[in-house]
């Protein structure tokens, strides 16, 4: 099934868990909370692949977590919150960033002198995925625009490119009178979340002079969410797996140079027209 396709290998697991953590916080939505830091308590899970580190025994393939504290005290004093949800996805974020082999964090936090006599707590897990992006293009300069795609995917700072597959020129399908494409695939890991994904490239298509027009039209841009790391969900805004992905002969070569081998909807999808890029017979 689609909803139970995973991206990453198998992998050991392993877990730190840090409790009752004191720190302090400058965050409240009234005055009184922001004229100075305020005690938190936290908890955090931090996950990560331990195979290295237990063949190894050392701690520079292991996830130093007095590292991961100092982290957390430095980004608690750098800014002032209104929310604590704001301040948890901060830390999980932050922290993610900073470490590249955690895989997930989950952050708890509870303010014992909120106001009213309550002491709230959030918690928010955020993890690393890997996700497969579907470039396409059929306007304008087709190859510069795939890579000013590229480029602009990869200055995103929650967006880090892993891999690329080769070009290929593709016939239009539902609408069969405009230019074919250009069209690419492209691996990336991210630690924001589908919708959240979703508006980044939709902010990099706009860039290129993506405009709302005809349905299945000529685009400048096309960056098509394929598949999010174990994230099944069908929305007015995104659904995943993309309900194309077997149905489109390009995705299915280009994923497979991708190390994705998916079958295809049915026969038909290899008879659709596709044939490698290649500068000069363009």
């Known amino acids: 099934m689609d909803s139970e396709l995973r991206l990453r290998p198998p992998r050991r697991l392993g877990k730190i868990c840090i409790n009752q953590l004191a720190a302090l916080a400058t965050c409240g939505i009234y005055g009184s909370e922001r004229l100075a830091p305020q005690p938190i308590s936290l908890d955090c899970e931090l996950s990560y692949a331990v195979d290295d580190c237990i063949l190894s025994d050392a701690v520079a393939d292991a996830v130093n977590y007095a590292d991961v504290l100092?982290?957390?005290?430095?980004?608690?004093?750098?800014?002032?919150?209104?929310?604590?949800?704001?301040?948890?996805?901060?830390?999980?974020?932050?922290?993610?960033?900073?470490?590249?082999?955690?895989?997930?964090?989950?952050?708890?936090?509870?303010?014992?002198?909120?106001?009213?006599?309550?002491?709230?707590?959030?918690?928010?897990?955020?993890?690393?995925?890997?996700?497969?992006?579907?470039?396409?293009?059929?306007?304008?300069?087709?190859?510069?625009?795939?890579?000013?795609?590229?480029?602009?995917?990869?200055?995103?700072p929650q967006i880090a490119p892993q891999l690329a597959s080769s070009l290929h020129r593709t016939q239009p399908l539902l609408c069969e009178d405009q230019p074919e494409f250009l069209n690419q695939c492209l691996l990336v890991e991210t630690i924001l979340s589908p919708l959240e994904l979703l508006a980044q490239t939709q902010m990099v298509e706009r860039s290129l002079g993506r405009r709302d027009g005809q349905p299945k039209g000529p685009r400048m841009l096309d960056i098509d969410l394929l598949l999010f790391d174990g994230v099944a969900c069908h929305g007015r805004q995104l659904s995943l797996p993309h309900p194309a992905l077997r149905e489109r002969r390009f995705w299915l070569e280009e994923m497979a140079e991708l190390g994705i081998i998916l079958p295809p909807a049915s026969a038909a999808v290899w008879q659709q027209g596709c044939v490698p890029w290649t500068d000069g017979n363009w």
């Open 70 to 156: 100092d982290c957390v005290h430095a980004l608690l004093a750098g800014r002032s919150f209104a929310l604590l949800e704001t301040l948890v996805a901060h830390l999980c974020r932050e922290v993610l960033c900073a470490f590249p082999r955690l895989l997930e964090v989950k952050f708890s936090v509870r303010k014992p002198r909120a106001c009213h006599g309550i002491a709230p707590a959030v918690e928010l897990a955020v993890r690393r995925s890997l996700v497969v992006l579907g470039l396409g293009s059929n306007l304008g300069d087709r190859l510069a625009n795939l890579q000013t795609a590229r480029d602009a995917i990869a200055a995103v």
